[in-house]
């Protein structure tokens, strides 16, 4: 009990920012709501830029409001499913928050998944409209007839554009891959001829506090993918403390620039990256393609503010030939997910900008976000930590084998959450759920620690860890000695089948432009700065490593690919 009391104590809440609260007066505001409240207090403020093409708040909601209208042309209903298969373009935050305006349920999906994965998703959603840009969209119509999809909305990457590119764009875009000639087929309509034909004149707005808001699919990378049930509680909450969490970006400065590079098809950028900005009346630079040199000249051509990433877009800028050219000073703040952020890569990014880089952490079922480093003048941030647990969240860390017991401080164990972010459930899967939530308890499945402070260490995922020899070994701790390597960029570490330790220690390595490096090398530097046991016999050299659709190196994809590479041998 002495132990679970320092969790119930909230420890945590005296390291807090200035003025940051430890409970949260929410407003029952659902996000399409604030898209309003953000219209009416400031219409003419830009809400959207694309490839230097603006959008005002005024347009957005005039186009939501003609889609919206649109979509219940086509019998979408309070509660159906509306699809979207989209990069961060115009089109897909028109597209979210007309659902929203519809009275439906958005169903995000990930452009880059296989017909497999999508057919998977379109059934278990049964979504009735689907929105994708036209170069899947051929590949939409053919699967069409094995899903409930009625209606295909197609959008192109040219449909707004400034001059000159909107006259450049047609005779350079099939050269380049970027337009598509969609076939012709019945229901498919393109998403400019929709918007001129419809009114803005959508029914009433519908939709309760506790009702579903979105369907985010968990990766499909093993296994089936699970529907998280995220209501409009939970994603207006969510936002709400964030605003709470980084006070200098609230509605009263709605000059602020927010970088939308985080896809907004996932969790992490649908709330960091377009909810937050909507609710704060800012500005998004959409980046539909997030690479080093085009967030470089995002942040220097519209003086970027705000900027939510991940450590693959910090490394990748840092480390960019041309970064001299680029002035990077107008960043005020950063938030950083997904995974660690090694110590050398905040050292350097801050000293650019001048800007901290709150390190955070997040689930999909927690829409995400659940905890931050502290932000603001005389704030302390961790390296290394995931932060302290934000407004209203309540976390403790508990036995792995039954999740029951509650760890002593600064013992390993299961992180749980419990706060007004947590989904609702998995859709259509009750024994899922059941195994999730448990007395309003989110199981994260990730093994944590806290300290004395309240500051909270993710130290690996519960399915990531290495038994080798009978010892436990967690990849996060090899990946955080190598990226200290000064020639090394990134690194991932695994553990792969072995006759006589049962699991041993293999590392990927991708080593920094012009580097050169040798497995005996790496090896000993591992030597030096590990104990034996954890030492890494294996290292494989590759040109990249395989990613998430926000930049989360994929260790399980690695791992898949070294059984499948052993089971041919």
């Known amino acids: 009990m002495a132990e679970e009391s320092k969790y119930a104590e909230k420890v945590w809440l005296k390291n807090y920012g200035h003025d940051v609260p430890a409970n949260i007066d929410y407003q029952e505001l659902p996000v399409i709501q604030a898209l309003y409240k953000s219209a009416r207090d400031h219409p003419t403020n830009t809400a959207l830029i694309f490839e230097g093409y603006r959008v005002t708040y005024a347009m957005l909601v005039d186009m939501v409001e003609r889609l919206a209208t649109a979509l219940v042309s086509m019998g979408v209903k309070k509660g159906d ?52 840009l036209d170069l899947l969209a051929n590949r939409m119509i053919d699967l069409r007839p094995k899903t409930p999809v009625k209606q295909i909305i197609t959008c192109g990457i040219g449909d707004y554009l400034p001059f000159p590119k909107n006259i450049l764009f047609p005779l350079v875009a099939k050269k380049k891959g970027l337009k598509a000639e969609v076939k ?9 001829e929709i918007l001129a034909k419809y009114p803005p ?22 296994g089936v993918s699970k529907g998280v049930m995220l209501t409009h509680k939970n994603l207006s909450c969510n936002v709400q403390q964030l605003e709470a969490w980084f006070p200098e970006f609230k509605p009263t400065a709605p000059e602020e620039v927010h970088m939308g590079m985080l896809p907004f098809f996932h969790s992490f950028g649908m709330t960091c990256a377009m909810n937050f900005p909507v609710w704060c009346g800012a500005s998004i630079v959409l980046i539909p393609r997030p690479e080093p040199k085009a967030l470089l000249e995002a942040i220097k051509k519209y003086k970027v503010t705000f900027f939510a990433s991940v450590p693959t877009m910090y490394v990748g800028m840092i480390n960019h030939p041309d970064l001299p050219k680029y002035d990077l000073s107008s960043i005020k703040g950063c938030f950083s997910g997904s995974a660690p952020l090694p110590v050398e890569v905040i050292e350097k990014f801050e000293n650019l900008t001048g800007a901290a880089i709150c390190e955070g952490f997040g689930l999909t079922e927690s829409t995400p976000v659940t905890h931050i480093n502290p932000f603001g003048e005389g704030a302390t941030r961790i390296p290394g930590s995931i932060g302290l647990p934000v407004s209203d969240t ?6 792995q084998d039954k999740g029951t017991k509650v760890m002593p401080v600064g013992e390993p164990g299961e992180l749980i959450i419990k706060g007004p972010q947590i989904m609702k459930g998995y859709w259509n899967m009750e024994d899922e759920t059941k195994s999730t939530l448990r007395d309003g308890w989110l199981y994260t499945g990730d093994i944590a620690t806290m300290d004395d402070n309240g500051y909270f260490y993710i130290v690996d995922r519960k399915k ?39 699991e041993t220690v293999k590392v990927f390595v991708v080593l920094k432009d012009g580097e050169t490096a ?18 890494p016999r294996l290292v494989e050299f590759r040109d990249d490593l395989p990613k998430s659709a926000v930049g989360k190196v994929l260790r399980k994809e690695l791992r898949k690919q070294e059984i499948e590479k052993q089971n041919k041998a």
């Open 81 to 132: 499913r509306v699809a979207l298969l989209l990069p961060n373009t115009i089109h897909c935050v028109v597209g979210y928050y007309a659902i929203h305006r519809a009275n439906a349920i958005v169903v995000s999906n990930n452009p880059l998944y296989s017909d497999r994965e999508l057919e998977h998703q379109l059934n278990d959603s049964g979504s009735k409209v689907l929105i994708a």
């Open 394 to 399: 309540e976390c403790k860390i508990v036995d």
């Open 201 to 222: 004149n959508p029914p009433e707005l519908n939709i309760g506090w506790e009702d579903v808001a979105c369907l985010q699919y968990t990766g499909g990378t093993t």
């Open 464 to 502: 990531d860890m290495i038994i080798a020899s009978g010892y436990n070994i967690f990849p996060r701790e090899i990946d955080e000695v190598l990226y200290k390597h000064p020639k090394i960029k990134e690194a991932c570490t695994i553990g792969v089948p072995d006759e006589y330790r049962g």
């Open 518 to 535: 040798t497995e005996e090398e790496i090896i000993e530097y591992c030597r030096e700065n590990l104990a034996k046991y954890k030492v």
């Open 184 to 192: 012709k087929a019945e229901d498919v309509f393109t998403f400019k």
